[in-house]
C-alpha cells in the first residue's frame, strides 16, 4: 500500500508515506488507491482511500492536508485542517504535530522534507513548472520560518517520471533553456529530431543540492514503467483515457 525511506524512518516523531495505487476501493481507471479530490472517481471512494491513508500515517481522517495545486513555486504555512477553500499553493509546510502534509502527483515529484530537531516538516509537488520557479526554494524559505534550518533538513522525492520516459518537443527545451541556464545537462538524446528527455528527478536533486540542505535521497520509482504500483498522467494520455488515478504522498509530526 505504501513505500518508506529510511532517511525518514530514521526522523523521530515523523511518520511518513508514498502511497503506491494499491490497497482502496476505487475501480477502472482509477483503481485502487486513488486519492485525487479533482479526478472524476466517484468523490465517496475517494474520501475512503484517503481515510486509509490518513490511518496508515496514524492521524484523523480530516488532519490529512491538501492544497489547490497549481505548479506554482508557492509554499503555505498550515496550522490546521482549512476552512473553506483549499488554498492555492504547490507545497505546504507545518510545526503542527497530528497534521499530514498529503501532495498529490501522477508523475511530477512529490518531495518530503524533515528537520527532527527543530520538528518541522513539508511536503512539496515539484514538476518541471515548479521546480523552474522555485517550489523547493520556497519550501525551504518557509521552513526556516518556522525554526528549521537547511543544514539539517533531509528530502526524498518518492515516485516520479524517468528521464526515459519523458521525452519533450522544441518548446519546452527553448523554454528550460532560458528559465533554467546552466542545467542542459538534464535534457539528453531523444530519438525523435529536436526532442530531448527530461531528467527531473535529477533536476530537482540538483535544485536540492545547490540549496544546502543535509541530505537528498531519490528513491529511484518511475510512475511511467511501473504500472502496477502508480498512477501517470503521461501514460495514461498516450492511451488516450479519459482521466487518471492521483498518487498521495505524506508526512506527518506524531504528539
Not at 465517496?44 to 492536508?65: C, F, H, S, T, W
Not at 527532527?116 to 526554494?137: K, N, P, Q
Request: glycine share 10%; hydrophobic share 40%.
Amino acid at each position: 500500500m505504501f513505500i518508506q525511506a529510511p532517511a525518514l524512518v530514521s526522523q523521530p516523531n515523523v511518520s511518513h508515506a508514498f502511497f503506491t495505487r494499491q490497497g482502496g476501493v476505487s475501480e477502472g481507471i482509477y483503481a485502487s488507491l486513488n486519492g485525487g479530490i479533482g479526478s472524476s472517481d466517484e468523490p465517496a471512494r475517494v474520501q475512503e482511500n484517503r481515510r486509509r491513508m490518513a490511518e496508515a500515517v496514524g492521524i484523523a481522517p480530516d488532519a490529512l492536508i491538501s492544497v489547490y495545486q497549481v505548479h506554482s513555486p508557492d509554499a503555505v504555512i498550515v496550522e490546521g485542517p482549512w476552512r473553506g477553500e483549499r488554498p492555492r499553493a504547490d507545497a505546504m509546510v507545518t510545526a503542527t504535530p497530528g497534521l499530514a502534509l498529503a501532495i498529490t502527483t501522477a508523475d511530477c515529484g512529490p518531495v518530503l522534507f524533515s528537520d527532527a530537531e527543530a520538528r518541522v516538516i513539508a511536503a512539496a509537488h515539484a514538476g518541471w513548472r515548479g521546480a523552474v520557479t522555485g517550489v523547493l526554494e520556497s519550501t525551504i524559505a518557509a521552513m526556516e520560518k518556522l525554526g528549521a534550518r537547511r543544514e539539517r533538513i533531509v528530502a526524498v522525492l518518492g515516485p516520479t517520471i524517468s528521464q526515459k520516459a519523458y521525452e519533450v518537443g522544441p518548446d519546452f527545451i527553448k523554454r528550460f533553456g532560458e528559465e533554467a541556464p546552466g542545467h542542459e545537462r538534464f535534457l539528453g538524446k531523444a530519438e525523435r529530431l529536436d526532442h530531448a528527455m527530461f531528467d527531473l528527478p535529477g533536476f530537482i536533486g540538483a535544485r536540492l543540492d545547490a540549496a544546502g540542505i543535509a541530505a537528498f535521497t531519490d528513491l529511484g520509482l518511475c510512475t511511467y514503467s511501473d504500472e502496477e504500483r502508480f498512477f501517470s498522467y503521461r501514460r495514461t494520455t498516450h492511451r488516450q483515457e479519459p482521466d487518471y488515478g492521483r498518487l498521495i504522498s505524506a508526512i506527518a509530526l506524531t504528539p
